[in-house]
């Protein structure tokens, strides 16, 4: 079986910064893309970074220049730094993982169970 687990969330005031982490573990072969969502009250979640296998990150156009995605894949770790946080950024964020199975080699969407990210004064 394969977890990811999310850390780093918490409550920050608008303009500063969060980094949050994802761990992926079990029966990994390898992980092709890495991502982050969110999921504000009463909206539906929202893609917002990707980065491939090999480091190549996109973002969505509300986090641009604000945030960025990083990945270490000796550890099976994706980050994403969150600068000029604002309020409109409140929401649980996910992480993603495109994990191909040593159990298998059968390739399968993972989901992390999130973690709250609330930005307020």
């Known amino acids: 079986q394969v977890q990811l687990v999310e850390s780093g969330g918490g409550l920050v005031q608008p303009g500063g910064s969060l980094r949050l982490s994802c761990a992926a573990s079990?029966?990994?072969?390898?992980?092709?893309?890495m991502g982050w969502y969110r999921q504000a009250p009463g909206k539906e979640r929202e893609w917002v970074a990707q980065?491939?296998?090999?480091?190549?990150?996109n973002y969505a156009d509300s986090v641009k220049d604000r945030f960025t995605i990083s990945r270490d894949n000796a550890k099976n770790k994706v980050y994403l730094q969150m600068n000029s946080l604002k309020p409109e950024d409140t929401a649980v964020y996910y992480c993603?993982?495109?994990?191909?199975?040593?159990?298998?080699?059968?390739?399968?969407?993972?989901w992390g169970q999130g973690t709250q990210v609330t930005v307020s004064p």
């Open positions: 993603n993982a495109a994990v191909r199975r040593s159990s298998d080699y059968g390739l399968h969407d993972y």
């Open positions: 079990g029966s990994i072969a390898a992980i092709g893309g």
């Open positions: 980065i491939t296998s090999s480091g190549g990150p």
